[in-house]
């Protein structure tokens, strides 16, 4: 079975830090991976969908890597600022179709 | 991209009682599910709801305890039935635009359960 772990499980940083957060899974057979923000006490919004194929998505201040051999993806958040307070939950999705959650990261940017 | 929405948004309810959670999407859609997030633990798949047939749930999850209706395919309900204590958590409707690619959620239904 998928596992997906996510390191650290929080994080506090002063505004306009380079961020590196961490997604690792145990199988590397898998179909993509999808990165998601959650505000306290809301759904999940899609950052970025990287494809098995692919090595590195971007999406303004956001870059998420893949490497699907070592069962890692990096989220990249770039000059954070106050906004990007939220959990970041990573997804990994099985040749099968289904979805595996990580317990997400916990960020705090602070002024 | 998928326009969702959730109805109620939250909710305090008494054990024993039932909840039914509605979900809207803005578009037709093949693949609606639902699922649940209980507090500091990541998302649980409950069940796949299909449209025009029984909807598929996953171990440890049991229509009697959460009937699913799809009656068409931009809209579907989950019950939460003689809830207890441990139902307490968001429950969250997503779904996919196509099918295996980018996964959209709506804004969850917060339920606490006395």
């Known amino acids: 079975k998928q596992e997906v772990t996510q390191i650290p499980a929080a994080l506090s940083v002063p505004e306009g830090e380079n961020l590196v957060l961490n997604c690792s899974f145990t199988?590397?057979?898998?179909?993509?991976l999808q990165w998601f923000r959650q505000d306290p006490g809301k759904g999940l919004t899609s950052l970025l969908l990287?494809?098995?194929?692919?090595r590195e998505q971007t999406s303004g201040r956001l870059n998420a890597s893949l490497d699907k051999s070592s069962g890692r993806s990096t989220l990249y958040i770039a000059a954070s600022q106050p906004g990007d307070s939220a959990t970041y939950l990573c997804a990994v999705r099985s040749t099968l179709g289904r979805l595996y959650f990580g317990r997400g990261t916990q960020l705090t940017v602070w002024p | 991209s998928a326009v969702i929405s959730q109805k109620p948004s939250r909710d305090i309810c008494q054990r024993g009682t039932s909840l039914t959670i509605q979900c809207q999407v803005d578009s037709q859609v093949t693949m609606m599910f639902w699922y649940r997030q209980q507090p500091g633990q990541s998302l649980t798949l409950i069940a796949t709801?299909?449209?025009?047939?029984?909807?598929?749930?996953e171990s440890g999850f049991v229509i009697d305890k959460f009937p699913i209706s799809r009656p068409n395919l931009t809209f579907s309900t989950l019950t939460v039935s003689n809830m207890s204590p441990e139902d307490s958590s968001i429950y969250l409707c997503s779904v996919e635009e196509v099918v295996w690619e980018t996964q959209y959620f709506g804004p969850g239904t917060r339920l606490l359960v006395l």
């Open positions: 709801a299909n449209q025009g047939s029984e909807a598929t749930y």
């Open positions: 199988d590397s057979a898998i179909y993509n």
């Open positions: 990287i494809q098995s194929s692919q």
